[in-house]
Structure formats: C-alpha cells, structure tokens
C-alpha cells in the first residue's frame, strides 16, 4: 500500500474540504493559494495603469498603499517641483506596502519602509464593496498630512493607521475614503537661497501636498471617491500645512479641496525666514560636495549622489530652527497674518482646535526657567520674535508667576518645581505664542469672511503610548501631570487606534464620539449629529466666539465655553505674529 499524507485545507473562496495526497498536491496548493489570493486581492486602475492592494477582513476594508504620485526627487529632480507621472504599465503593480520615508534624520523610526528620494507616494483606505463608475455618487474623501515639526515624519508610522476612522464611518453610517501622502521634509523639501529663489522651486513640500490632491483629484472616483468632498486634514506642522494650503496662491484651491481640519497648528505658527538664513546654510553645503566652483550650483547639486549629499543636508544647518517654507512670492505670496487678515485665503468649511496644555511640549523641563531673569533671558533668544524689552515686559505682566493660572491648568499651587520654578509659567506664555493665539487669530479671520468654523479645546490627558520621550511604555498609565493635555495628545482619540487610546472605557468613548464628529465633518461639513453633545459654530453665539470644550463623561462631558481663556494675553501676542523669524 503506498504511503499516503492526507492534508485537509479550508478554501477561503468556498469554505469547502479539499482532501489531496502530500506528494502530488504541493504545487497544486501553491497554485490554489495563488488564485484564491488573486480573487481577494482588491485592484483598482488609475490613470498610469492597475494596482493590487490588500484586503483586509477584520475590518472589511480594502487599503491600497505606497502608490507612487510624482516621479522621485532624486538627480535632476532635487529640489525642483514635483513632476508629474508619465509612463504607465501593463499588468498590475502592487500596492501592498508602505512606500519610503522621504529623507529626514530619524531612520530607525522612520525608514522602516526605507528612506530615500523616491518617497512621493498615497496611500488609500476605502471600505469592502464600494461602487465606482460615472453613474455612482462617490464617497467623501480625507487626506491626512503627517506632522513632526516639518522635519521628520512619514505616513507610515503606526499611530497615523487610517482603518479605525474608516471603520467608525461604516459603523455611523456614514462611509469615507481616508488616504494619506508623504512629502519631501527639511532641507529637502525646503531649502532656500538666491539660487532658488524665484525659480519657482521654492516650498516643495506644499507643491508636494499639491501634487498629491492633484492625484486625487484624477484617479479617487476608480477607488469610489467624490472628487468635489475632499478634506484636507493635519495635526502639528501638518496643521501648519493644512493652514498654508488655504492661503497657496492667495487662496486659490484649484478645487483641490474643499474642506479643512487643522490640529495643533497653524500657518503663522511656523518660521517664516529668507535667504539671509539659508544662504549660509546652502553655501555650506555647496562646499561639502564640491560645487563650489561651477557657475551653476544648484545644478550641481542634483548631479550628487544621494549617500554623498545626505549627510550634509541636517548637519549644515546653523543654531536656530529646522527647514520651514518661506514667502517666496508666489506660492506664498506674502506672509500669513497678512493674507488672512486680508482675506486672501480659501474659503471653505474649518474645524480647528487646540489642546489646554500645548505649551508643555514647548517649554523647557530641564530646570533653566526659575527666575524672572530667566524667562526674560529665554523670551528674548529663544522664541524667535525679538521681542524688545518693553514687550517681554508687557508679556510678563500678562502672564504673573502665579502657578494657579499656568499650564498645566487645574494643577494648583504645584509647581513641578524639578522641571524649572517658572516652568508652569514659560508652559502657559509659549502655548499661547505657538497655538492658542495664532488659532485665535485665523478663526476670527475665518468667521470674519463668512467661513462656517468649528472650534474645539480638547482637555483630556493621553495615554502613555510611545510617541514621544516622555512616554517611553504601554503601562496602562496617563500621561504624566506636568505634561497635562499635552501637544498631540489628541490625535489617538480620533484616529481611534484602541493601542493609543487607552484600556479605560470612559477613553474609548470619548474616541467613538470625537471619530463620528471627524467623520461628520469630512462626510457634509459639520461635526453635528443624533446623540453627540451640540457643536456651535464658533461665531454663532455672541462676538467672543465659543468653543467645544472635548474631554471624558468622568471629567464631566464634553460642553461650550466662551473663547476667553487667557484672551488679553492671546490678543497682545496675536500683533506679534509676523516677526517670527531666527
């Protein structure tokens, strides 16, 4: 009798036995799990040809990831605009896995998917069984732009996963599209000097974020997207993003978008320097490679090879802050207080807030901020204002040594004395120059133009959850109490990633309900709906304007205040904004 194996395997596609002998069934299996995987991998054509994504049954989605959506950046490419795709290809390509960080210092994080300058790429979310064809009304879409101070960062990273959003759509009953870009950060997307200035090349990283809603614009309707719905959503130097996006060309959207979501962020919060603090940094690296003495360096440049250039592109850099954009004339014709004030600045629906204790992200903790000469010294070299004496002194007045009023709020009389004396009190005047201000300042610009916004102040601290140094485990902790309601502890709570949130119930909810206020949002422009606390529209009640207070049903629920928290010393900061600079 020959010997015999017997395998009993479950087809995925019919739930059926299959019973066959060992020794003439392996390639057969093979070829079996080949084709029931090829009937469940989800395709999708675009314009330049067919891409195979991943199905995802725990969550009946369908993601699409890596895509790429302009050439790369390397060689003639570098430090130009994006350039659009021009081949296509037959077959189908596969859009299986994240695509590559575009180059930035933090590899161990961020390069898990690789790093290098082909790192323009989409990635796409849609749930399982959605129709697309001319005829069908498609899904709203929302496009998130990753932060990490405009110099770190990639889509990738596991706390930006988009399927719990999506999720909570489907289960509200209200289905979007989520989809996600990476853009060239630092140097690399920004760099600046009278080589590039008035060469159009200026600001890549927001020509980047063009190119990638461009994209959208032209192949989201084959993944059941609406083109006409499209949110642009960021948290951090995403948010400066989002906020710049609406003043690009003096407000000009070319129907790119047509809503936005800013988190922690704003366009007047970033630098805003010129050539006479790039060019040294351009000339330095000019040397490095050896392009000194050719009467085109810039062209120069792009002959580098990658591993020769990219060791001198941080490490260049002068004392004083990371690469930013800058007012180049044209994409950002003049500086951002100016065109809101102006009005010069896409007008569409907001939603924007702030977190209560954002300035704890910003504020020294090492112990150097124990005297009024202390927080005199560091408010004069540290802020990047130059603010004159007269002001620092205005400023101090506005913000006493008085740790009952500093940030964290609600904390007392503590001091958090190990982390500086005055720490709470340099906490509550940087949160106010970097955030609450300058939000402040763009919603009644907003509301001012007749732009319907929505305003929140989230106030619940987060969870330990790895993403920043402080928060080093998965303890089942909250976060420490002089961090507070720290910068992006909100960003778990909406992207509803049960990892980030946090194993208490009383999170859990308040994730579930601010997701179904995100998703409202990007599904008709308003975060309202049946059985969610009431939401006003930021001018609707009296001339102040009011936010909606988000925090955990334990913490009382979510309510509407006034926006006049800390309001003189917001406004005297506000008339400041424009100075930012090293």
Same mark, same amino acid.
Request: glycine share 10%; hydrophobic share 35%; with cysteine.
């Given at each position: 009798?020959?010997?015999?194996?017997?395998?009993?395997?479950?087809?995925?596609?019919?739930?059926?036995?299959?019973?066959?002998?060992?020794?003439?069934?392996?390639?057969?299996?093979?070829?079996?799990?080949?084709?029931?995987?090829?009937?469940?991998?989800?395709?999708?054509?675009?314009?330049?040809?067919?891409?195979?994504?991943?199905?995802?049954?725990?969550?009946?989605?369908?993601?699409?990831?890596?895509?790429?959506?302009?050439?790369?950046?390397?060689?003639?490419?570098?430090?130009?605009?994006?350039?659009?795709?021009?081949?296509?290809?037959?077959?189908?390509?596969?859009?299986?896995?994240?695509?590559?960080?575009?180059?930035?210092?933090?590899?161990?994080?961020?390069?898990?998917?690789?790093?290098?300058?082909?790192?323009?790429?989409?990635?796409?979310?849609?749930?399982?069984?959605?129709?697309?064809?001319?005829?069908?009304?498609?899904?709203?879409?929302?496009?998130?732009?990753?932060?990490?101070?405009?110099?770190?960062?990639?889509?990738?990273?596991?706390?930006?996963?988009?399927?719990?959003?999506?999720?909570?759509?489907?289960?509200?009953?209200?289905?979007?599209?989520?989809?996600?870009?990476?853009?060239?950060?630092?140097?690399?997307?920004?760099?600046?000097?009278?080589?590039?200035?008035?060469?159009?090349?200026?600001?890549?990283?927001?020509?980047?974020?063009?190119?990638?809603?461009?994209?959208?614009?032209?192949?989201?309707?084959?993944?059941?997207?609406?083109?006409?719905?499209?949110?642009?959503?960021?948290?951090?130097?995403?948010?400066?993003?989002?906020?710049?996006?609406?003043?690009?060309?003096?407000?000009?959207?070319?129907?790119?978008?047509?809503?936005?979501?800013?988190?922690?962020?704003?366009?007047?919060?970033?630098?805003?320097?010129?050539?006479?603090?790039?060019?040294?940094?351009?000339?330095?690296?000019?040397?490095?490679?050896?392009?000194?003495?050719?009467?085109?360096?810039?062209?120069?440049?792009?002959?580098?090879?990658?591993?020769?250039?990219?060791?001198?592109?941080?490490?260049?850099?002068?004392?004083?802050?990371?690469?930013?954009?800058?007012?180049?004339?044209?994409?950002?014709?003049?500086?951002?207080?100016?065109?809101?004030?102006?009005?010069?600045?896409?007008?569409?629906?907001?939603?924007?807030?702030?977190?209560?204790?954002?300035?704890?992200?910003?504020?020294?903790?090492?112990?150097?901020?124990?005297?009024?000469?202390?927080?005199?010294?560091?408010?004069?070299?540290?802020?990047?204002?130059?603010?004159?004496?007269?002001?620092?002194?205005?400023?101090?007045?506005?913000?006493?040594?008085?740790?009952?009023?500093?940030?964290?709020?609600?904390?007392?009389?503590?001091?958090?004395?190990?982390?500086?004396?005055?720490?709470?009190?340099?906490?509550?005047?940087?949160?106010?120059?970097?955030?609450?201000?300058?939000?402040?300042?763009?919603?009644?610009?907003?509301?001012?133009?007749?732009?319907?916004?929505?305003?929140?102040?989230?106030?619940?601290?987060?969870?330990?959850?790895?993403?920043?140094?402080?928060?080093?485990?998965?303890?089942?902790?909250?976060?420490?109490?002089?961090?507070?309601?720290?910068?992006?502890?909100?960003?778990?709570?909406?992207?509803?990633?049960?990892?980030?949130?946090?194993?208490?119930?009383?999170?859990?909810?308040?994730?579930?309900?601010? @997701? #179904? %206020?995100? $998703? *409202?949002? /990007?599904?008709?422009?308003?975060?309202? &709906?049946?059985?969610?606390? =009431?939401?006003?529209? +930021?001018?609707?009640? @009296? #001339? %102040?304007? $009011? *936010?909606? /207070?988000?925090?955990?049903?334990?913490? &009382?629920?979510?309510?509407? =205040?006034?926006?006049? +928290?800390?309001?003189? @010393?917001?406004?005297?900061?506000?008339?400041?904004?424009?100075?930012?600079?090293?």
């Amino acid at each position: 009798m020959p010997l015999f194996v017997i395998m009993s395997i479950r087809l995925a596609c019919t739930g059926r036995r299959l019973k066959v002998p060992h020794l003439a069934s392996l390639l057969f299996l093979l070829f079996l799990f080949s084709a029931v995987q090829a009937q469940i991998d989800p395709q999708v054509t675009v314009l330049n040809g067919t891409y195979a994504g991943l199905h995802l049954p725990e969550f009946n989605q369908d993601v699409f990831l890596g895509m790429p959506y302009a050439q790369s950046t390397g060689g003639q490419n570098r430090f130009r605009i994006p350039q659009a795709l021009t081949g296509s290809w037959n077959g189908t390509r596969d859009a299986k896995q994240y695509g590559p960080a575009c180059p930035d210092e933090n590899v161990e994080v961020d390069g898990v998917y690789g790093m290098g300058e082909d790192c323009l790429s989409i990635n796409i979310v849609r749930p399982d069984g959605v129709e697309t064809g001319e005829e069908v009304s498609g899904l709203p879409v929302v496009v998130w732009i990753h932060g990490g101070s405009y110099q770190a960062g990639t889509s990738a990273l596991d706390y930006y996963n988009l399927t719990y959003l999506v999720q909570r759509s489907v289960e509200v009953g209200k289905p979007i599209i989520a989809a996600s870009i990476n853009y060239r950060k630092g140097g690399w997307g920004m760099m600046y000097s009278r080589e590039i200035q008035g060469s159009g090349n200026a600001n890549l990283a927001l020509r980047d974020m063009r190119k990638g809603l461009a994209w959208v614009q032209e192949n989201i309707e084959a993944f059941g997207g609406d083109t006409s719905r499209v949110t642009i959503w960021g948290e951090s130097a995403g948010s400066f993003a989002v906020g710049q996006l609406l003043l690009t060309y003096g407000g000009r959207t070319d129907g790119l978008f047509h809503r936005s979501i800013q988190e922690s962020g704003s366009a007047t919060t970033a630098w805003y320097n010129g050539s006479d603090w790039y060019q040294p940094i351009y000339d330095k690296i000019v040397d490095q490679v050896n392009c000194t003495d050719v009467p085109d360096t810039l062209a120069c440049l792009r002959t580098v090879d990658y591993e020769v250039l990219y060791p001198f592109m941080a490490s260049s850099k002068v004392k004083g802050p990371g690469f930013y954009p800058t007012v180049d004339g044209d994409i950002i014709p003049n500086y951002p207080s100016i065109l809101l004030s102006t009005g010069k600045f896409a007008h569409i629906p907001h939603l924007y807030g702030t977190n209560s204790d954002e300035g704890t992200d910003n504020a020294p903790s090492g112990g150097i901020i124990n005297t009024d000469s202390d927080l005199r010294t560091y408010l004069q070299q540290a802020t990047g204002f130059d603010f004159p004496p007269s002001v620092i002194d205005h400023i101090m007045t506005l913000y006493p040594d008085d740790p009952t009023v500093g940030i964290p709020l609600n904390t007392g009389t503590e001091r958090f004395a190990d982390k500086g004396w005055q720490y709470k009190r340099i906490a509550a005047i940087l949160g106010d120059v970097f955030y609450h201000a300058p939000r402040l300042f763009d919603v009644r610009n907003y509301v001012k133009y007749g732009d319907e916004t929505y305003v929140y102040r989230f106030n619940t601290r987060g969870f330990v959850n790895g993403t920043n140094e402080t928060y080093t485990d998965l303890s089942g902790e909250i976060a420490p109490a002089y961090k507070g309601v720290a910068h992006f502890s909100e960003v778990a709570f909406v992207f509803g990633n049960p990892k980030y949130v946090g194993p208490w119930s009383d999170y859990e909810s308040l994730s579930k309900q601010m @997701g #179904e %206020q995100w $998703v *409202n949002f /990007v599904y008709e422009g308003n975060p309202n &709906g049946l059985y969610l606390p =009431e939401w006003p529209i +930021y001018g609707s009640r @009296g #001339e %102040q304007g $009011v *936010n909606l /207070v988000l925090q955990t049903e334990a913490q &009382g629920g979510s309510y509407v =205040e006034e926006d006049t +928290y800390r309001l003189e @010393g917001r406004e005297y900061l506000i008339e400041w904004a424009r100075r930012r600079h090293v």
